[in-house]
């Protein structure tokens, strides 16, 4: 394996493999080598909590790109293997068995990992996270071994989706939610009541307002101890409360961080010929009004790296790409647009009792965002409105005799 590459990549998810796609696909033509943690070769990550935790998929058909492809395009892999130290000054990173790989430019696209539940027995065997393929595979394991109570902490995306995924295999499922409701980072009440209503028809349990005190057991977790004495039995837990950036290596060697590590519109950062994509970031979104934060989705990795790639190929433009988002649960697609953080106001579109739905989200009256359930139509037309950050009145959005569309030629 040679000891230097043109363009190193550290992180071999959505956002490293992108990238060395794009660079290839822009005609760049030296070299460049991933480097990854996971002994995979690339692969889609959200199908870890939807059909390839539901066994629909198999791990082949997760693959971003067959084997061959890496190969062929002359892009170096070492799976299994991770940075952990950078030197901006030698231009160099460290992996674990001290070897070291000489870089001309560096991306730093390393994701994050899953934040703890930080009480005591968190560290008892029978409590899963749901990260990586590794991850998945070893509750799917302790579910075939017959685990059957399950306990989610944390009511998010990945929560939910691993709820639905669980109470179809008759499992008994309880959701313990620390917010007074579902979704409380990602959407508004009107998506949160619904989601809560359809897991409870489905068998799932949902706690709200949970306050975790402990995990209980011995050397496996038993149960969930709450803050009023009650103990939820469970022969798993999954924990599901966001992650982490992984950043030390960078912020060790000096680079500016926050909630990430930072990043401006061209995804550099503020060390010499580092840049970083992905959910390790945090940058001033401009659909969010220039809100510092962390994007967590599929379409900011692969939009973010093909924006460095660009710019590696002489075709530098600031990061702008439209956010957008879904998620899967039960015979539900959720699909997103915008970023809805911050909205005051929030029209519905159709009766959440016919399972199909839209709610569109406003800020200062501008459309910011829409969440759409089983409703791709509204989700195609609302863009453009969200795109646009149009300023319709909210009864003609609700007005569902009348497409979105409709309003789109009015702006
Ligand atoms: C279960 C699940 C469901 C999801 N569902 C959705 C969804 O429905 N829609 C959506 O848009 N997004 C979803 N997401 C989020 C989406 O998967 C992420 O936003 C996306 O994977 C981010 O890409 P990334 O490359 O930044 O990070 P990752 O894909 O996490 O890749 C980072 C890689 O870097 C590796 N790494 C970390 N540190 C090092 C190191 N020091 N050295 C070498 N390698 C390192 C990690 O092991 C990992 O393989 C989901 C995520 C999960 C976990």
């Known amino acids: 394996m040679p000891n230097h590459a043109d363009v190193l990549i550290v992180g071999a998810g959505h956002a490293g493999a992108q990238c060395a796609i794009a660079l290839r696909q822009s005609g760049f033509s030296g070299s460049i080598m991933l480097i990854g943690r996971e002994p995979d070769l690339p692969y889609d990550r959200p199908s870890l909590s939807k059909d390839y935790f539901a066994r629909d998929k198999s791990f082949e058909r997760l693959l971003i790109r067959p084997a061959q492809f890496w190969a062929d395009k002359q892009i170096a892999l070492r799976l299994g293997e991770a940075v952990e130290a950078v030197h901006p000054d030698l231009k160099q990173v460290v992996l674990a068995d001290e070897s070291t790989v000489t870089y001309g430019t560096l991306i730093w696209a390393t994701g994050g990992d899953p934040r703890p539940l930080a009480v005591p027995g968190a560290n008892l065997s029978g409590i899963h996270t749901i990260r990586s393929r590794a991850d998945c595979d070893g509750l799917m394991a302790a579910i075939d071994s017959g685990a059957r109570r399950i306990a989610i902490v944390g009511g998010g995306y990945i929560g939910l989706e691993a709820a639905a995924v669980l109470a179809r295999r008759e499992c008994q499922v309880t959701v313990l939610e620390a917010a007074p409701r579902l979704l409380a980072r990602v959407a508004g009440a ?40 009650e103990v939820i039995p469970a022969d798993a837990v999954i924990v599901g409360i966001g992650i982490a950036p992984s950043i030390a290596p960078l912020v060790a060697a000096g680079a500016a961080h926050g909630s990430g590590v930072s990043i401006d519109a061209f995804c550099r950062t503020s060390l010499p010929d580092v840049y970083a994509i992905g959910d390790c970031t945090a940058f001033a979104c401009d659909h969010a009004d220039g809100t510092v934060m962390r994007v967590e989705s599929v379409q900011n990795a692969n939009d973010q790296a093909t924006c460095v790639a660009r710019a590696l190929c002489g075709e530098a433009r600031p990061y702008r790409a439209f956010p957008w988002f879904w998620s899967n649960q039960y015979d539900l697609k959720l699909q997103t647009a915008g970023i809805s953080l911050g909205h005051d106001a929030t029209v519905l579109r159709g009766d959440p009792a016919t399972r199909s739905f839209s709610v569109l989200y ?29 300023r319709i009145d909210p009864a003609s959005l609700a007005d569902t005799s009348r497409q979105l569309k409709e309003m789109v030629s009015t702006i």
């Open 190 to 229: 009107e998506i949160a009541a619904f989601y809560a209503a359809e897991h409870t028809a489905h068998g799932v349990e949902i706690r709200l307002n949970a306050s975790i005190t402990a995990l209980t057991g011995q050397d496996s977790v038993d149960g969930v101890a709450l803050a009023d004495g």
């Open 362 to 390: 406003l800020k200062a009256g501008r459309a910011v965002a829409i969440d759409c359930v089983n409703m791709v139509k509204d989700y195609v037309q609302g863009r453009k409105l969200i795109e646009a950050r149009a």
